[in-house]
């Protein structure tokens, strides 16, 4: 829950955290990045700690560090402080997000671990729900300030009930550590979300040495997963669709989740003139949808299947945004609210493609397969936070996120951000048909670990 609502509880904020740190660009986004791009990088070293130090002591050290990057951020006086303490945050949540999928993967088999991650769903769905107008609400009580602290509360209860949590002792005999392909999965994600991030004010030289930095980083690292014969990732699972459908799935998912929360976000706050606070209420309908689906994800999936719940949410999401397409400077229609509630329901179900994604790696893999799928989850997020960025800087590039554009610049960005959307639920789709029916469905119930 405090990894969620860290993640989207600034995003009501981020005009007043950039007016409060005017000197710094772009700084509005490397808010949401610096967090959720470090998350992404480390989530590999977690996922090995974790096979090493056992998941309960590493799931009280991600709490510490979560903890302090929060109460870091809270009390930031430049900007500089404040995403240092973003990515210390990020830094925690790389290893709470693995521990917890990798407790779920081992507690729950068979027929019960649909319903174990749609119950695992229901806290990230709080703080879906809340997120925003927690924001907006500690944006209103006073200060930008509050909302991380406020945010980290949660972490503070798990803190209070970790003697619950079962041990699971570390393996005794850790495989050597790789520490090159460890890096090189660390590296690939910041290089690769920075240059998509900032590509509008890079000069081309910048980019194209960028570009080829990226290929040559991605070539190295593959090549040595490949030959290493302890690799950071099992490589032959990635050649495995078990694993790789899903998981893309998910990537696009959770990009089109960020990218429309802060698509509305900037609607109700800019165009509408709304304040921080009843900009993110207006978000409640979106919220309340990615929760129904989520709360109901693991019962529609263990009795429609996977497979036929998700192509039914991803229809209802390109019909959604095929109607934003038509979304002006006038305001909201009842027809654009219907179509936001049905984006929401295809992001309530993500946690089904965890399931499905993890459902490749065995319950002694179970922290090396969740980190992986963290990793994953990750990417999406900061793509999603990095698309509007991208699509202002089309248009202007001091146009970021905590910039304000006139009114026929905004609606232009959101129909490019829509379209964006839109290819991205056709690619969804395509895969979603290409799932094994197998595969969707509920998995046959086996005895318990």
Known sequence: MSILLSTNAPMTALAAIAKTFPDTSNLAVWVLLSYTITAASLSMLAGDLGDRYGLRRLYSFGLAIFLLGSLGASLADSSELLVLSRIVSGAGSAILAPVALAFLNRLFSGSEKPIAFGFWSASVTIG????????????????????????ALPAVIALIMLHRLPTFLPDQTPAP??????????????????????????????????????????????????????????????????????SLLQLIIRCIFIAMLTLLTTYFHNLEGESEYLAAKALIPFCLAVGVASL?????????????????????????????????????????????????????????????????????????GAALNTMIINLGISLGA?????????????????????????????????MILLLLSALGVWQVLRLSKDQGASSPATPNP
């Open 128 to 151: 879906v729900v809340i997120g925003p107008m927690l924001g907006g609400w500690m944006q209103a009580l006073g200060s930008w300030r509050l909302i991380f602290p406020a945010a």
């Open 177 to 246: 550590m790789d520490v090159k392909g460890i890096t090189g999965l660390a590296v690939l994600p910041f290089l690769t979300l920075f240059t998509v991030t900032e590509i509008g004010n890079l000069q081309l030289g910048t980019i194209v040495a960028l570009l080829l930095l990226i290929v040559s980083t991605s070539v190295w690292t593959w090549r040595h997963l490949v030959q290493c014969p302890y690799p950071a990732i099992p490589i032959g699972r990635l050649y495995n669709a078990t694993w790789w459908r899903p």
């Open 296 to 368: 109901s994800s693991g019962l529609m999936c263990k009795v429609l299947g996977a497979r036929t719940v998700l192509i039914i949410v991803f229809v209802l999401a390109i019909l959604g945004l095929s109607s934003l397409l038509s979304l002006t400077v006038s305001g909201f229609r009842l027809q654009d609210w219907i179509a936001i509630i049905a984006i929401g329901l295809l992001v309530g179900n993500t946690a089904q493609l965890s399931r499905l994604s993890m459902s490749s790696f065995s319950p002694s893999e179970s922290m090396r």
């Open 386 to 418: 990095a698309l509007p960025s991208l699509c202002r800087s089309l248009f202007s590039s001091n146009a970021g996120l905590g910039q304000e554009l006139n009114a026929t610049q905004l609606v232009q960005v959101l129909h490019a951000d829509i």
